[in-house]
């Protein structure tokens, strides 16, 4: 079920829009136009159905941010409209421990609560890890970051962080002080530098505002960013969304960079960079596969294009599912190559053959078309040459399975 958002707002006009951003962001709208009918949908909800609430500051029956008082004791995450915003206004906002207030001033700013929200919605899966022992500092820098649906950890020394970044993978970025018992911030991240690069795992330092030369280190040593003691909470989140976003679109560019466009399984680049580094880990017991689809030109030519497209993607499915636990790819056109590290040719030909077989059973169905599909498939367990010669050598035997009649797996001999 799509989480829900509960919109608090009065103004039609700009419940329109936020609903719209909600639907756009995959949540669901519920929408309540005073504080009392937000109380009774609510009455009625599990909280948990909820992934925060759009109040509008000034309500028919709460004029003075009194609908905000009502969500955050709900355990509602909040983010508050407003149509002025005066400075003992923000700052009696900002008091309460909302996630943000959002202006209703221009388009733009739309534009961020939606960032906003898609942002809350990826936070529930993203780790951060605060390193201080300072307990104060500790618990105040874990509260903002659970508002924002942060999963945190804490850490009172370098060590103890290590240990939490071992257990915890998806920890995508440590803060981390510099005065510790034993040793030093500093430390510690050039100790996470050795296992996660910058753009893996991201570190802030904590620096004090009397110490210029602190925040100098830590970007000298490794850190992605740093944040001066004593913090203000809006600046403290923008460093956290800018440096959780720079991850994000690191993984990004790399995920485009190593697949393959129609199919998504990985490219032709990508296999060999995981291939040769497997073979150099166990260099005895692999084998590598080709498969080649059987006469995929006449789908092309007899269902047109996209039917060849769809069957491209069909069988990427099946050779990624097939072969999860090895290191599959698609290496163009209509080829496959599977690279299985430590496994005997017998295991891997019988994997190959039920693989084949499954393969012709399916019927597959395109705008009302039905059709069967067979690979031939070329097995090498000779590891000479290297992937190259591994890959040379499948494709003598692909070729052997096309000549001998496709539909068949030729190998080398048992
Ligand atoms: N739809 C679609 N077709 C592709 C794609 N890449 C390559 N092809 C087509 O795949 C076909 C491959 O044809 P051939 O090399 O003659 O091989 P085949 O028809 O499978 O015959 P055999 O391999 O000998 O069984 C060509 O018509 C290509 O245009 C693609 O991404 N999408």
Request: aromatic content about 8%; hydrophobic content about 40%.
């Amino acid at each position: 079920m799509r989480p829900k958002v509960l919109i608090i707002d009065d103004n039609e006009q700009s419940v329109g829009v936020i609903a719209s951003l909600i639907v756009n962001a995959q949540l669901t709208p519920v929408r309540a136009t005073s504080l009392t009918a937000a109380q009774h949908i609510f009455s009625r909800s599990a909280p948990e159905d909820f992934l925060c609430a759009i109040v509008d500051y000034r309500l028919p029956d709460a004029p003075h941010g009194q609908a905000i008082d009502f969500t955050l004791a709900s355990f509602l995450p909040t983010i508050v409209t407003t149509e002025f915003l005066d400075s003992q206004t923000r700052a009696g906002i900002l008091d309460k421990d909302v996630i943000d207030y959002i202006l209703k001033e221009s388009e733009q700013v739309y534009e961020y609560l939606s960032v906003l929200l898609s942002r809350l919605y990826k936070n529930k899966h993203i780790g951060v890890l605060v390193v201080d022992n300072a307990r104060v500092h500790r618990a105040r820098s874990t509260a903002l970051l659970r508002r924002h649906n942060f999963m945190t950890y804490e850490a009172t020394t370098g060590q103890h962080g290590l240990e939490v970044l071992t257990r915890q993978s998806h920890i995508k970025l440590v803060i981390v002080a510099n005065d510790l018992p034993g040793p030093s911030g500093i430390k510690m991240l050039s100790e996470v530098r050795q296992r996660a690069k910058k753009e893996d795992i991201a570190v802030i330092g904590l620096s004090d505002r009397g110490d210029t030369g602190l925040s100098a280190r830590f970007i000298k040593s490794g850190a992605n960013d740093f944040l001066t003691q004593p913090y203000g909470q809006e600046e403290f989140l923008c460093r956290i969304m800018q440096n959780i976003e720079y991850i994000e679109n690191i993984e990004l560019i790399r995920r485009a960079a190593n697949s393959d466009f129609l199919t998504g399984l990985p490219n032709r680049r990508h296999f060999f960079e995981r291939a040769a580094a497997a073979l150099q880990l166990i260099p005895v017991c692999q084998c590598l596969a080709l498969i080649d689809i059987d006469h995929f030109k006449k789908i092309n030519d007899t269902y047109g294009h996209d039917c060849g497209d769809y069957t491209l993607r069909e069988i990427a499915k099946l050779v990624a599912d097939t072969f999860k636990q090895h290191i599959p790819a698609r290496f163009g056109g209509e080829e496959f190559c599977v690279f299985m590290p430590n496994i005997k040719l017998h295991t891997a030909v019988q994997i190959f053959n039920d693989f084949r077989q499954a393969l012709t059973d399916i019927e597959f169905k395109f705008e009302g078309q039905t059709f069967h599909c067979s690979v031939s498939i070329g097995v090498t367990a000779i590891e000479h040459g290297g992937i190259s010669g591994m890959l040379r050598k499948a494709d003598e035997y692909l070729y052997q399975a096309k000549n001998n009649g496709r539909n068949r797996v030729e190998h080398d001999p048992s």
